[in-house]
């Protein structure tokens, strides 16, 4: 029987487990926390999600009908514990648990990871596996950035707030307007203390419902194509909540679509700049004590800062010569799923394609469990299915990624790899003993 490990038991890593287990597979998870769930458990009290309950799921594993349509932190997280109770999988999640290393077997002259992987935790030497499916996420290295001069008030990262009890002082400024960033301010707003954002750049603000209907479920707009959705998306937020031009001090997006810019789902942010609690903010120049000096010659005096400015992209047991690195993002294939420079090692999660996200787990180790079975069908002269997938498909370096595109990657690989499964010819020719590897 083949043996693979999983790393990182969140709903990415729990997603992998019900595959491969699924599929007959010995899986070992490690998980270096003490439960299942991964940032659901560490992430800001105001949180709920941004997309539907109906539309976030497990497979065949519908959230509970009393959750409401955007379901509180707590409750995604014992969503996601309920699942992995129901299938069994704390008996094969070793907590406690970090993996300090994963290094290739010595593969001759195949390519990195074709023999199969070491894996070595806090615990010791765990051994080899056939493959490694890296689950362990992208929101939890925090980004922030270098600006000239210091700050003499309180400093977090969106990653380490909880609630306004995290903050001195009623003037606060939160950088960033992504999903996090605004759902801060408007937590901060919300308990009476002043916020400021920094937007740097003008985004989209897209509203959570139309018609009183989470937006994701209005089910006209399942009728016209991807381009004819974010046109009508941004007519309807245009009707329903304005423009940036109407919220003082907001730059308009540079993008025309959706698709080509950023884009926040979140209205309550606008509620409270209307109401006088938010302010936005340009660019920082630079720090000065408590004060602030912005882009545009103004300043602003501030006891606490919070940064929500994502995330870097971090896999620090595995040496950065394995992978192909650019843009600080290892280079994939596939939907994401299969890194550059490697065989037999498989990433759950590490794209993030707008719109829920659990589901987004499942279908990616769906697919890892077909490579896996041709890896093991090709037998021990192996299959160079990372080498075959770079020579037909293009390079993603993105992590946040319009859905559609997304949606035509894992198509164009499922069909990829049925046409692998129904060909031996072509599984020889894709066969280490014949492929030619750099």
């Given at each position: 029987m083949t043996r693979y490990c999983v790393i990182g038991a969140g709903a990415a890593?729990?997603?992998a487990l019900q595959q491969l287990r699924q599929a007959g597979h010995d899986v070992v998870c490690f998980e270096k926390t003490e439960r299942v769930g991964g940032h659901w458990h560490t992430d800001y009290d105001a949180l709920h999600l941004i997309t539907s309950r109906d539309m976030t799921m497990f497979e065949n594993f519908p959230m509970p009908a009393e959750y409401p349509h955007f379901p509180r932190r707590d409750q995604v997280r014992e969503y996601i514990e309920s699942y992995a109770r129901h299938h069994g999988h704390y008996e094969t999640i070793t907590f406690g648990t970090e993996v300090l290393s994963v290094t290739p077997v010595p593969a001759g002259g195949g390519p990195v990871g074709s023999a199969g992987w070491r894996v070595s935790t806090s615990r010791g030497d765990e051994g080899i596996f056939d493959g490694v499916l890296v689950a362990n996420g992208h929101l939890w290295s925090p980004k922030i950035p270098d600006v000239p001069g210091e700050f003499t008030g309180k400093q977090l990262?969106?990653?380490?707030?909880?609630?306004v009890g995290d903050l001195d002082g009623n003037r606060i400024l939160v950088v960033g307007a992504g999903n996090s960033g605004c759902d801060i301010a408007a937590d901060v707003a919300q308990h009476r203390r002043e916020a400021d954002i920094v937007m740097r750049k003008g985004v989209y603000f897209q509203p959570k419902t139309y018609f009183g209907v989470p937006r994701q479920e209005v089910p006209?707009?399942?009728?016209?194509?991807?381009?004819?959705?974010?046109?009508?998306?941004?007519?309807?937020?245009?009707v329903s909540i304005g423009e940036n031009r109407n919220y003082p001090g907001m730059p308009d997006p540079k993008a025309k679509t959706l698709a080509d810019g950023a884009a926040t789902v979140n209205d309550l942010l606008l509620y409270w700049i209307h109401h006088g609690r938010v302010q936005v903010r340009p660019g920082i120049d630079r720090f000065d004590?408590?004060?602030?000096?912005?882009?545009?010659?103004t300043s602003g005096e501030y006891d606490s800062i919070v940064w929500a400015t994502g995330f870097h992209v971090r896999l620090p047991f595995l040496d950065t010569d394995t992978l192909t690195w650019r843009s600080n993002v290892p280079v994939r294939y596939a939907g994401g799923i299969l890194p550059e420079g490697a065989e037999k090692l498989y990433f759950v999660g590490l794209i993030a394609p707008r719109g829920p996200q659990i589901p987004v787990y499942g279908v990616q180790?769906?697919?890892?469990?077909?490579?896996?079975?041709l890896h093991t069908e090709a037998g021990p002269q192996g299959l160079?299915?990372?080498?075959?997938?770079a020579t037909v498909q293009e390079p993603e370096l993105r992590v946040d990624i319009v859905r559609a595109i997304w949606n035509d990657q894992m198509a164009d690989t499922e069909r990829l790899l049925t046409a692998l499964a129904a060909s031996p010819a072509l599984r020889q020719l894709e066969s280490l003993s014949t492929t030619s590897v750099s």
């Open positions: 890593g729990v997603s990262h969106s990653s380490a707030y909880n609630n006209f707009l399942a009728e016209f194509s991807p381009d004819e959705q974010d046109l009508l998306s941004r007519l309807l937020a245009r004590g408590n004060t602030v000096h912005f882009s545009d010659g180790a769906k697919l890892i469990a077909r490579m896996i079975a160079a299915l990372t080498n075959y997938f």
